[in-house]
């Protein structure tokens, strides 16, 4: 006969809360359920937060100014585009191409110029590698600010006040502490023996940079490329330092920020109010096809680098 001995303490049934399951998996369960359901609320919050003000500038630039003045989130009456083409006309467009001139030659070089620091910075040992990192991300740490008296002196001397190469180069310079900090994490994550093979074969330094290192680093491009894009497009203070008429006969070349801005001390004496609003919307259209576009890619550069 065999005797069954219990040790002091609670029963299997009461260990396992009576249905089989254990008393640590349930309390674990319950406060997963109630992060889940709290993280989720405040991601919806946030989004509604963001989503109000843009559908309440959309709806704006299709109403009146007594519409405007009524209900915020009332529908138009009409759904016409004049204000879009009053906007245009009032000088959102020349604003717009300025801006687009700019970009088109800054972001390229501010990735380009950014990823060959980066890579030189992350493969190749050499005495006073980590000062010359740490002396551009210490570029990061600085307001801009900070930089705007002997900047504005800077470019004056070189005689590129309101040119579109001297904001070029500025902008250039103020993106490249970012873009150095993150392309160097992410080369650092690449594998060490395609480089290795490449050199074996034979490849220079740049044609592995070029052909082998810089296509696989293209999520990484892609990421750090659209937070240049957006950094640069919604840039104020810098244009508004730099690109401002030296002389009568010196033409106006704002940037859409400060057209904006412009447009809104016209459109403030003048009581037209939709022209303001469709010209806000003007200038934020192209960035959210641009995110959305690449919202994947974004993700994916973000998370690479943690995930290999």
């Known amino acids: 006969m065999t005797t069954v001995i219990k040790a002091p303490g609670e029963s299997a049934a009461e260990k396992s809360g009576g249905d089989g399951s254990p008393k640590g998996d349930r309390k674990t369960g319950s406060e997963g359920v109630v992060l889940n359901v709290f993280s989720h609320g405040f991601l ?76 030189v910075l992350a493969r190749y040992p050499f005495r006073g590698n980590r000062i010359v990192y740490y002396f551009f991300v210490s570029g990061a740490m600085f307001p801009v600010f900070l930089a705007l008296v002997p900047l504005f002196f800077m470019v004056k001397r070189l005689d590129m006040l309101n040119t579109y190469q001297g904001l070029i180069l500025v902008y250039v310079a103020y993106s490249m502490p970012f873009t150095v900090f993150f392309m160097h994490s992410f080369f650092r994550t690449l594998p060490t023996a395609v ?8 490849a220079s330094d740049t044609r592995i940079f070029f ?33 401002q008429p030296q002389s009568g006969s ?59």
């Open 44 to 119: 919806a919050l946030w989004a509604i937060l963001i989503v109000l003000p843009l559908i309440w500038l959309a709806l704006g630039s299709f109403k009146t100014d007594s519409q405007i003045g009524g209900s915020a989130l009332s529908w138009p009456s009409n759904w016409h585009f004049d204000a879009f083409a009053r906007a245009w006309d009032k000088g959102i467009g020349g604003y717009f191409g300025h801006t687009l001139i700019v970009l088109a030659f800054s972001v390229p070089l501010t990735m380009l110029l950014g990823s060959m620091a980066a890579y």
């Open 195 to 202: 480089h290795e093979a490449a050199v074996i074969d034979g």
């Open 211 to 243: 052909q082998v290192m810089l296509p696989m680093a293209k999520p990484g491009l892609i990421s750090v490329g659209i937070f240049n894009v957006l950094g640069q497009w919604n840039q104020y203070i810098l244009p508004s330092v730099l690109m």
């Open 250 to 308: 010196d033409p106006e070349r704002y940037m859409l920020t400060q057209g904006l801005i412009q447009l809104q001390y016209q459109m403030g004496y003048e009581t037209d109010l939709p022209v303001l609003f469709a010209g806000v919307t003007i200038a934020m259209i192209p960035m959210l096809v641009v995110y959305l576009s690449f919202q994947r890619q974004i993700q994916a550069g973000l998370t690479s680098a943690t995930l290999k």
